[in-house]
């Protein structure tokens, strides 16, 4: 039996992450996880040795535990945007919508509710670093008209999508939608704006739609990864 080779390390230019969670399991997981996934990882099991990791190294995101013993995620998140635009994913057991609403009034950047899949996170992650991360100036006459998400692409110019070099069949309704949400990759888009304007459209046909444009990209529709509802506010589209 052939020895399983350890994985690579992350480059030295890869983002660093800081995770700060009080579940040993979950830190090391997500550790392996990320790393595995091209990040540099640190740990910390509270605020207090965060704060430590904070005033020795520069990270590129932040995942951070609602509720830790003594100074909470919350209070962190709040320390941390004193100082810094360093994008933050909050993770917490409970989905109460006040505490959704009270992590992204401190500024944090996504909030995600345990239990999550992993590759969720990491999805998540991407996106929150990728609209904080000043754009690169555009090549000449490169086109900025292609949105990638999982195995589709996404013509904004055409409304046209494809699945590797097929094309995807989708309603005029489907395709405005996708091309809103594809405009505003990794942001929340609210319902009202995904409404249109004919005579039927309302916010409760939107949810309709999405459900019918998801069982055309989503592997798994009833577990979207790709187009993702974010409760009480509207939709998001992930791209990776």
Known sequence: MNASRPAAAPPDDAPHILVVDDDRRLRDLLGRFLSEHGYRVTTAQDSAEARARIANFLFDGYVLDVMMPGENGFE???WVRETSSTPILMLTARADAKDRVKGLEIGA????????EPRELLLRLKNIIRRTTPAAAPTPGASQEVVRFGPFTFRLDRGELRQGDEIVRITDREREMLTVLASRPGDTVPREDLAGSGEVSNERTVDVQINRLRRK????PANPLLLQTVRGMGYRLFLD
């Open 217 to 220: 990209i989503e592997a798994d």
């Open 76 to 78: 962190l998140a709040r």
């Open 109 to 116: 950047d996504d909030y995600l509710p345990k239990p999550f």
